[in-house]
Every structure is written in structure tokens, then in C-alpha cells.
């Protein structure tokens, strides 16, 4: 016990750019692998090319494929020579494997710049933020009651158990399931929150109606775009994401994923996958991974593949799985769709009740779930450097907004929402789980060497999540193919982790 302990202790501590003991790295029965695929580059795939680099030493091949741009849904947009988030965006102060990623790549956190926040419900203003804390604690308390306190520790009590998953990590330890992983760390009361609805949670919870209307659901509408009967576990990972503390990272979140697949010395293959297909050879199984390159059909062989993209129909990987028994094809459900429009313009704070923009006191705006409402919010946004002496821009001057819409804008919606505008950037994307579009949550664990990281998005969709999965998948992957069985699945963690130190 204690050596296989000492073992892991050591692969966790030891960077694996160390010289140190290169041989310690893999104690295994049979011979260890000698080639790995991530098909991916988005931070899910990034962070697991990093975290196998850790676990299976350096003499590994790992390729990491990649059909669009590194990063994936961490993406910028270029407005006037400054570049600005399109995609995800924020990062919470207790997101500890982005936290270490961005130490270990030696960039800077750009924290974000205050601004204040409304909420708006298709006509007016019903809510917004003041300078004082205490007047805005005040006026909460006023308007919801005990509503908020209940929110609150309800957020935070969830927050606390979903921590323990850095313990369970840091001492080794894996999950061959999404479910496993949510038992371990918040038992079946997790688990069943990825199946009941937010408001239903909440309402039981003694939270208002009111609240859950004016409060919860414009925070679901600006982070996942879908409404209050999204599942509780997703609801309290977005209210997380509305508390302070939030950063990110100077330069923009997607130099986080290619300075990790440097860091892991991976092999990154700028090509479409198109087929992951099943070689057999006596007991031992292989995965021939089919690709174009320079318009020609090529393949490789590979001992462990790693998934690292939706493989819903709608998301549209390309991917074909042949030879395995059973088929399987895509996953049940789809993804939900957010446009993000970058518009460089003039907002029409008379839309929002201000007709002197001098007036208009709000960064972000939120909006409520009002029907004919064609938009989900819209924020000023600041470039991702920002010089000392950055301020926002005033709204009578033209500035940069970022639009959160369910479909992209039409010129009437535009010109409503901005007096004018120079430029317009629109992407689309699959964004996160359409949440109610399936039942359960995907596997893990696709074939004896071959698993699929974002089935955890249907836990929750975020940097910090696909993450987690990297370095659970990471772990699982080396354990499997070590044999360290008892790495795996463990019950009661809690008291193990404590009898072990
Ligand atoms: C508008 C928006 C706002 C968001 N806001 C936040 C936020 O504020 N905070 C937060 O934490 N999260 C946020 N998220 C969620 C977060 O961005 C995602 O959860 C996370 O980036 C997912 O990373 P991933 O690597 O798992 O997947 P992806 O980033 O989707 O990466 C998958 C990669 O695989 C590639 N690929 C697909 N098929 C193939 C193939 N066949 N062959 C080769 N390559 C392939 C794709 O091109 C892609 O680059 C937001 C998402 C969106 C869209
Ligand atoms: C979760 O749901 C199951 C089945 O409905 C129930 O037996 C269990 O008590 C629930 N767990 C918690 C912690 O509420
Ligand atoms: C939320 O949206 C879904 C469709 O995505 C719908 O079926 C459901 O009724 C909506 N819930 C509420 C409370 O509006
Ligand atoms: C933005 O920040 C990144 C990371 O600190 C840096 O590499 C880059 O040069 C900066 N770009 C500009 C235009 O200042
Ligand atoms: C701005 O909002 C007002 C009030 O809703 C609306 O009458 C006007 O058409 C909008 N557009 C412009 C360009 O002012």
C-alpha cells in the first residue's frame, strides 16, 4: 500500500518535465503504451494530452488532433486590433486545474473590471446593481426575503463537496463513470440533482418564486441560455459562476490550451478524425484512428484514444466508430445553440428606459424569460489585455458588447439594440447541452482503451469541468492499463483519504 501510494504521490508531485526518474513513471505488468490519441484541442483535450503526459512519462507518443483551432470553444474575436472572448469567458476563483494550468504556463490572470449589472424584463429595469454593497444586500433582502441567504448557502454547500474532487485527484484516485464521480463526491443527493429541475430544487429549498424568476433565470439565460428547468446540478454550477471572484486569463483563455499541449510535448496533427475503428489481434485491442491529411486518407494505430469533442448529432464531430460490438454512433441528445455577437457601436440605452446615455449606469445587462425577448444579455466587454490605465467605455461613446442571443440577430434587433454600429461578429455556436434533450448522463469509458471526456458537460459545461474530466480520464486510463484496479471506483473516499495520511 505504501509504495503504490508513494508512487502516485510522486507522479503527482513530480512535474514531468523533471529528469528525475523517468523509469518510475511506469510500473506496469505488460509493456507500457506506445501511442496516444486526444482528438480535440479544446481545453478538455489540451488538459488531458497534459495530465497522460504526467501519468505515463515521457517516452509515450501522444498526437493530439485537431480539425479547427486549438482552443475549440475558448475562441477571441478581433475588433479594431484588440481581441475579445467569443466563447467562454469566465473562470471562478476555486476552478483549482485552470488555476494551476495558467501558474504553470506562467501567464497573468486579468481580473475582471467593475461594472454594474441590471436586469431587464423586455420594458424596464426591475433590478439593478449599486455602488454599496450593503444598499444592494439591503434591497435584496427588501424584494426576496431569506430568498438569497437560502440560495446562497445551498451554492456554497454544494461548492464545498464538489471540491473534495481535487483530494480524490491529487491522491490518485479515478472514476470509470460521470456518476460514479458525482456519487463519491456529493452521494445520491448529486445525482439526483442532474435529473430534477432547478426551480423544483429551489422551491423545495423555500426559495421564492419571485426570486427564481427575476434573479435565477436571467443568471441561467446569460451562462447556458436555457431556463429554470435546466437540472439543479448544471443550476448551482452557473449560480457559482455568478458570485465574485471571477477571472480570466490575459491574452485570452485559449492560451491556456496551447501552451498545455506544448507542455505535454504532444504531436498536435491540425486534421478531421473521421473514423475510429476496432483492431483485434488475440486478446489485445487497438484503435485504428482514420484522418485526412494534405486531402489524402491516412491512418494510425493507436493503444489508448481519448475523445475530447461532443459526439451528439447536432455538435457534428464526423466521426464514424466501426468494428465495435456493440455499434455505437452518436450520443442521444443535442447541443444548444448560442450566437455571440461582438457588435462595435453605440447601445441604445433608450431601449432600456435611458434616453441620456450619460445616465445609463449598467455594463451587462440580464434579462428575464419574457416571451418575444429576442435576446438573453448583452455586457460591455473589455479586451483580453488590459493596459493599467484600461477603463470601460462611457455609453455615449462607441464601445464593444458582446450579445448573447438564441439565434443570430436580425438588422431590426440590432437596430434596436444599438443607436449604430461599425462592425458586427457573429458566431454560432453549439454552446453546451441542450439539458432535458437526453436522459442520464454518457459514458466514460467507450471500449477497454477508448474514452469519451464530455459526457461530464451533461453534469455541468464548463472550462473547470472538462478539466476535472481530463485529469479523471487521464488517471482512469493509466490505472486501466496498469491494472491498479483498486485505483478505481472507490467508496468512501472521505474516511479513506483521511486513514491513508
Ligand atoms: C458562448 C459560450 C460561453 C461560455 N461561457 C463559459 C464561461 O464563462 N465559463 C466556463 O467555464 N465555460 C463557459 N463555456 C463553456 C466552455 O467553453 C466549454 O465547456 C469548454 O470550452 C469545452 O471544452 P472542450 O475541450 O471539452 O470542448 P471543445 O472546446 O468543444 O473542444 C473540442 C475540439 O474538438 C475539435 N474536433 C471536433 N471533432 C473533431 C474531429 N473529428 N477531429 C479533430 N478534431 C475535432 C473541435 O474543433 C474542438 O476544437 C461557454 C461556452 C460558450 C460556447
Ligand atoms: C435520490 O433519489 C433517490 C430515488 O428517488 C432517493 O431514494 C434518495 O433518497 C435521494 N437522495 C437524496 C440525498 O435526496
Ligand atoms: C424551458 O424550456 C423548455 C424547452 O427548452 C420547455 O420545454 C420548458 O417548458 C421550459 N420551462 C419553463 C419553466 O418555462
Ligand atoms: C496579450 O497578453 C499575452 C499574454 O500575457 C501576451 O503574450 C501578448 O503579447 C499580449 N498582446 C498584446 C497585444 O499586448
Ligand atoms: C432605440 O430604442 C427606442 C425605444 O425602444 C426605439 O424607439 C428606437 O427605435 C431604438 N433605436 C434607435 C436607433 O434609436
Given at each position: 500500500m505504501l509504495s503504490r501510494l508513494l508512487l502516485s504521490g510522486f507522479l503527482i508531485l513530480i512535474p514531468f518535465s523533471s529528469e528525475l526518474g523517468n523509469a518510475g513513471f511506469v510500473q506496469l505488468d505488460g509493456a507500457p503504451p506506445s501511442k496516444i490519441a486526444v482528438v480535440g484541442a479544446g481545453i478538455g483535450g489540451s488538459?488531458?494530452?497534459?495530465?497522460?503526459?504526467?501519468?505515463?512519462?515521457?517516452?509515450?507518443?501522444?498526437?493530439?488532433?485537431?480539425?479547427?483551432?486549438?482552443g475549440g470553444r475558448l475562441a477571441t474575436v478581433t475588433v479594431n486590433n484588440q481581441d475579445y472572448e467569443s466563447g467562454g469567458s469566465i473562470i471562478h476563483s476555486l476552478n483549482l486545474h485552470m488555476q494551476d494550468f495558467v501558474k504553470q504556463l506562467g501567464l497573468k490572470y486579468r481580473k475582471s473590471v467593475a461594472g454594474k449589472m441590471a436586469v431587464f424584463n423586455g420594458e424596464e429595469i426591475i433590478l439593478e446593481e449599486t455602488d454599496w454593497y450593503l444598499l444592494d444586500l439591503f434591497r435584496l433582502w427588501w424584494r426576496y426575503g431569506i430568498s438569497f441567504i437560502r440560495m446562497q448557502m445551498w451554492v456554497e454547500e454544494i461548492m464545498e463537496k464538489f471540491m473534495r474532487i481535487y483530494k480524490y485527484q491529487a491522491h490518485g484516485y479515478a472514476f470509470s463513470s460521470?456518476?460514479?464521480?458525482?456519487?463519491?463526491?456529493?452521494?445520491?443527493?448529486?445525482?439526483?440533482?442532474?435529473?430534477?429541475?432547478?426551480?423544483?430544487?429551489?422551491?423545495?429549498?423555500?426559495?421564492?418564486?419571485?426570486?427564481?424568476?427575476?434573479?435565477?433565470?436571467?443568471?441561467?439565460?446569460?451562462?447556458?441560455?436555457?431556463?429554470?428547468?435546466?437540472?439543479?446540478?448544471?443550476?448551482?454550477?452557473?449560480?457559482?459562476?455568478?458570485?465574485?471572484?471571477?477571472?480570466?486569463?490575459e491574452g485570452g483563455n485559449k492560451l491556456v490550451c496551447s501552451g498545455l499541449l506544448k507542455l505535454a510535448k504532444a504531436n498536435l496533427i491540425p486534421a478531421?478524425?473521421?473514423?475510429?475503428s476496432l483492431q483485434t489481434a488475440g486478446e489485445s485491442h487497438q484503435y485504428r484512428l482514420g484522418y485526412s491529411s494534405q486531402n489524402e486518407q491516412v491512418s494510425e494505430v493507436y493503444d489508448i484514444v481519448v475523445v475530447a469533442t461532443p459526439l451528439q448529432q447536432n455538435v457534428r464531430s464526423g466521426i464514424s466508430f466501426q468494428d465495435f460490438d456493440p455499434?455505437?454512433?452518436?450520443?442521444?441528445?443535442?447541443?444548444?445553440q448560442t450566437t455571440a455577437s461582438i457588435v462595435h457601436g453605440y447601445l441604445n440605452c433608450s431601449y432600456f428606459g435611458f434616453p441620456d446615455p450619460k445616465l445609463f449606469p449598467f455594463s451587462s445587462i440580464l434579462t428575464t424569460d419574457t416571451q418575444g425577448l429576442f435576446f438573453n444579455s448583452v455586457a460591455s466587454v473589455c479586451p483580453v489585455n488590459i493596459s493599467a490605465g484600461f477603463r470601460r467605455k462611457p455609453p455615449q461613446e462607441a464601445g464593444v458588447y458582446k450579445v448573447f442571443s438564441p439565434r443570430p440577430l436580425e438588422k431590426p434587433e440590432l437596430k434596436t439594440l444599438f443607436r449604430s454600429y461599425y462592425s458586427v461578429q457573429v458566431t454560432d455556436w453549439q454552446a453546451y447541452p441542450h439539458y432535458g434533450s437526453a436522459q442520464g448522463l454518457p459514458p466514460v469509458v467507450l471500449h477497454d482503451n477508448l474514452y469519451y471526456l464530455n459526457g461530464i458537460e451533461w453534469a455541468g459545461s464548463a472550462m473547470e469541468m472538462s478539466s476535472v474530466a481530463a485529469k479523471n480520464i487521464a488517471l482512469l486510463a493509466y490505472h486501466r492499463w496498469s491494472r491498479q484496479l483498486e485505483m478505481i471506483d472507490q467508496k468512501d473516499l472521505m474516511h479513506k483519504i483521511k486513514t491513508e495520511l
Amino acid at each position: 500500500m505504501l509504495s503504490r501510494l508513494l508512487l502516485s504521490g510522486f507522479l503527482i508531485l513530480i512535474p514531468f518535465s523533471s529528469e528525475l526518474g523517468n523509469a518510475g513513471f511506469v510500473q506496469l505488468d505488460g509493456a507500457p503504451p506506445s501511442k496516444i490519441a486526444v482528438v480535440g484541442a479544446g481545453i478538455g483535450g489540451s488538459a488531458t494530452a497534459y495530465f497522460l503526459r504526467q501519468h505515463f512519462g515521457p517516452e509515450v507518443r501522444i498526437d493530439v488532433f485537431e480539425k479547427g483551432t486549438v482552443g475549440g470553444r475558448l475562441a477571441t474575436v478581433t475588433v479594431n486590433n484588440q481581441d475579445y472572448e467569443s466563447g467562454g469567458s469566465i473562470i471562478h476563483s476555486l476552478n483549482l486545474h485552470m488555476q494551476d494550468f495558467v501558474k504553470q504556463l506562467g501567464l497573468k490572470y486579468r481580473k475582471s473590471v467593475a461594472g454594474k449589472m441590471a436586469v431587464f424584463n423586455g420594458e424596464e429595469i426591475i433590478l439593478e446593481e449599486t455602488d454599496w454593497y450593503l444598499l444592494d444586500l439591503f434591497r435584496l433582502w427588501w424584494r426576496y426575503g431569506i430568498s438569497f441567504i437560502r440560495m446562497q448557502m445551498w451554492v456554497e454547500e454544494i461548492m464545498e463537496k464538489f471540491m473534495r474532487i481535487y483530494k480524490y485527484q491529487a491522491h490518485g484516485y479515478a472514476f470509470s463513470s460521470v456518476e460514479e464521480l458525482l456519487n463519491s463526491l456529493g452521494g445520491s443527493g448529486f445525482l439526483n440533482m442532474t435529473r430534477r429541475s432547478l426551480s423544483e430544487s429551489l422551491l423545495e429549498l423555500g426559495v421564492s418564486q419571485r426570486f427564481i424568476d427575476e434573479v435565477i433565470s436571467p443568471i441561467m439565460r446569460v451562462n447556458y441560455g436555457q431556463n429554470i428547468s435546466i437540472p439543479a446540478f448544471v443550476g448551482a454550477v452557473s449560480l457559482a459562476g455568478a458570485q465574485a471572484n471571477l477571472w480570466a486569463v490575459e491574452g485570452g483563455n485559449k492560451l491556456v490550451c496551447s501552451g498545455l499541449l506544448k507542455l505535454a510535448k504532444a504531436n498536435l496533427i491540425p486534421a478531421q478524425v473521421t473514423a475510429v475503428s476496432l483492431q483485434t489481434a488475440g486478446e489485445s485491442h487497438q484503435y485504428r484512428l482514420g484522418y485526412s491529411s494534405q486531402n489524402e486518407q491516412v491512418s494510425e494505430v493507436y493503444d489508448i484514444v481519448v475523445v475530447a469533442t461532443p459526439l451528439q448529432q447536432n455538435v457534428r464531430s464526423g466521426i464514424s466508430f466501426q468494428d465495435f460490438d456493440p455499434q455505437f454512433t452518436e450520443m442521444p441528445g443535442s447541443y444548444h445553440q448560442t450566437t455571440a455577437s461582438i457588435v462595435h457601436g453605440y447601445l441604445n440605452c433608450s431601449y432600456f428606459g435611458f434616453p441620456d446615455p450619460k445616465l445609463f449606469p449598467f455594463s451587462s445587462i440580464l434579462t428575464t424569460d419574457t416571451q418575444g425577448l429576442f435576446f438573453n444579455s448583452v455586457a460591455s466587454v473589455c479586451p483580453v489585455n488590459i493596459s493599467a490605465g484600461f477603463r470601460r467605455k462611457p455609453p455615449q461613446e462607441a464601445g464593444v458588447y458582446k450579445v448573447f442571443s438564441p439565434r443570430p440577430l436580425e438588422k431590426p434587433e440590432l437596430k434596436t439594440l444599438f443607436r449604430s454600429y461599425y462592425s458586427v461578429q457573429v458566431t454560432d455556436w453549439q454552446a453546451y447541452p441542450h439539458y432535458g434533450s437526453a436522459q442520464g448522463l454518457p459514458p466514460v469509458v467507450l471500449h477497454d482503451n477508448l474514452y469519451y471526456l464530455n459526457g461530464i458537460e451533461w453534469a455541468g459545461s464548463a472550462m473547470e469541468m472538462s478539466s476535472v474530466a481530463a485529469k479523471n480520464i487521464a488517471l482512469l486510463a493509466y490505472h486501466r492499463w496498469s491494472r491498479q484496479l483498486e485505483m478505481i471506483d472507490q467508496k468512501d473516499l472521505m474516511h479513506k483519504i483521511k486513514t491513508e495520511l
